[in-house]
């Protein structure tokens, strides 16, 4: 995006009008995308986004995820001198999360056609070895493109947790508790075949030699949020592969073809 817009500012070509829009805290949350003023944009009448993946691959809807902050109140006590006088977070969400393994709601979730995917990504717990660890905060996702399966995962996470909290008590009878907040982080999409993005962006993949690919994908894009807040949004590829790993790196030559179709995009015919 930004080799077109420099571009476009130096050579002067004719071109339709243009907005570009550089969002910020994808990985986050999207948040960029989330809480822009749709206002400033010029209601454009078309959009593409630039993402992971090879400069053909055309991505034309993807997944809705929910994020969980989940808080486990255990009771702390000596572990050596009274550890069954505590309650253990760190035990609770681990009862937690063997139960979803075993049930088969954590990781990739498949019930019958019905597909999502679920993960525990983060854990704070205990300072102390000697300590029966008294709270625990866990962050959670679910995600489906289906919003009711997406709120089975949802109500999945929720049982075990509440359920494990109960089933850990000290000997005095004192069980945990567990609170969980949750809230949507953004909505699965699907654009219509005839989308006018979308048949602009094969249009210039395949003036420049390449094979369009459509895609559907599992991670959420900026794209989710643009197509909620009106304007549908197709999102291309500009060379990243393996995200998310150690192997994560950057293809030039696909890289340099999405700066092409960019390009192309920017420069063509309304």
């Not at 696909?254 to 700066?259: G, H, I, K, M, V």
Request: glycine share 12%.
């Amino acid at each position: 995006i930004l080799y077109a817009a420099m571009r476009v500012l130096r050579e002067r070509p004719p071109h339709p009008p243009l907005t570009f829009l550089w969002t910020v805290q994808e990985e986050l949350g999207l948040y960029g995308a989330r809480f822009v003023d749709v206002k400033l944009l010029g209601r454009p009448k078309l959009a593409f986004n630039f993402d992971g993946g090879p400069a053909g691959r055309v991505t034309i809807g993807a997944t809705g995820g929910y994020r969980m902050d989940i808080r486990i109140t255990g009771l702390a006590s000596h572990a050596g001198v009274a550890p069954e006088k505590g309650v253990s977070a760190i035990t609770i969400a681990g009862c937690a999360i063997a139960e979803l393994h075993r049930a088969g709601w954590l990781g990739r979730v498949e019930k019958g056609n019905r597909f999502g995917t679920s993960n525990i990504g983060v854990i704070h717990a205990g300072e102390a070895t000697n300590v029966v660890t008294p709270e625990a905060q866990l962050r959670a996702e679910a995600r489906s493109h289906d919003p009711r399966f997406r709120a089975q995962i949802v109500r999945a996470i929720e049982r075990a947790f509440h359920k494990a909290a109960k089933e850990v008590c000290s000997s005095e009878g004192q069980c945990g508790r567990v609170a969980i907040d949750g809230r949507l982080d953004y909505e699965a999409f699907r654009l219509s075949s005839d989308d006018p993005s979308l048949a602009a962006a094969e249009s210039v993949l395949r003036r420049l030699g390449l094979a369009p690919v459509r895609n559907i994908s599992n991670g959420g894009l900026d794209a989710n949020w643009m197509t909620a807040h009106g304007i549908p949004t197709v999102t291309l590829g500009c060379g990243q592969e393996n995200m998310h790993t150690t192997a994560e790196r950057l293809h030039l030559g696909e890289f340099e073809q999405a700066c092409r179709v960019a390009w192309e995009l920017a420069v063509a015919e309304g």
